[in-house]
């Protein structure tokens, strides 16, 4: 059955994607998902504040989440262009914001494991994938080449078989998956599919796009090579 509009986003509460709305970037000026985009308002003191959560109240600059992109912003003073507005830029904005990202990627994780919906450990993994029962996978990004690509071949299989995308995500250390899930030492683990899986995998996808060193058309693109070379 498909997924209505409303009910993504009860789901994803957090996400503007599920009403189908897009924004434009202030800097390259093409309109995109907002999930791909990064929020900013300018607080009452003048300071620019990045507004992950698309809640704070006031005229908002949407700025592709990619740090080349951020840069570029701040060094163009797109900010204070698109906000109409004199603002200032925290020397610290962007390790602030890498830091923000990071936390909100674990916290959807945390809730995710709370929930029930977090599958740990390279065997447990293994035996989900043999039943169809993972949505999203996850290894630490310090996790062995050998343990993570035997998972990696077989949930592509299995996603290939059914016409779905393989989601895998990367970009987390196994200490903040660990920290995230209360657990010591967990270097893989899944989501089972569903919402929680789905909003985690969106916010771990907005650390990796703000951590590439590509622009944001190269990030697709390597995205889709990988994914053909692997299945290849």
Do not use: Y
Not at 42 to 55: F, I, K, N, V, W
């Amino acid at each position: 059955m498909a997924e209505t509009r409303q009910t993504r986003r009860k789901l994803d509460p957090d996400s503007l994607a599920a009403d189908g709305m897009q924004r434009m970037c202030a800097v390259t000026r093409v309109e995109a998902s907002p999930d791909t985009l990064i929020r900013f308002v300018r607080a009452p003191s003048g300071e620019l504040t990045p507004d992950l959560g698309h809640r704070l109240p006031g005229r908002g600059v949407w700025v592709d989440g990619s740090r080349k992109t951020l840069e570029k912003a701040i060094k163009t003073k797109a900010f204070a262009r698109s906000l109409h507005a004199d603002v200032t830029v925290p020397a610290d904005l962007l390790h602030r914001l890498d830091e923000m990202l990071v936390r909100r990627a674990t916290e959807a994780l945390a809730l995710a494991n709370k929930a029930g919906a977090v599958i740990c450990g390279f065997q447990q993994v293994d035996a989900a994938l043999e039943k169809d029962g993972v949505g999203v996978l996850v290894h630490g990004s310090d996790a062995a080449q050998d343990g993570r690509g035997k998972l990696d071949r077989k949930f592509r299989a299995i996603q290939g078989e059914n016409g779905r995308k393989a989601e895998i995500i990367d970009n987390l250390t196994s200490a903040e998956i660990s920290l995230a899930i209360g657990r010591p030492s967990v270097v893989h683990a899944a989501l089972i599919p569903g919402g929680l899986a789905k909003r985690f995998q969106r916010e771990a996808e907005r650390v990796q796009r703000f951590r590439s060193p590509s622009t944001p058309d190269q990030v697709v693109a390597q995205s889709f090579e990988t994914n053909a070379q692997s299945e290849g």
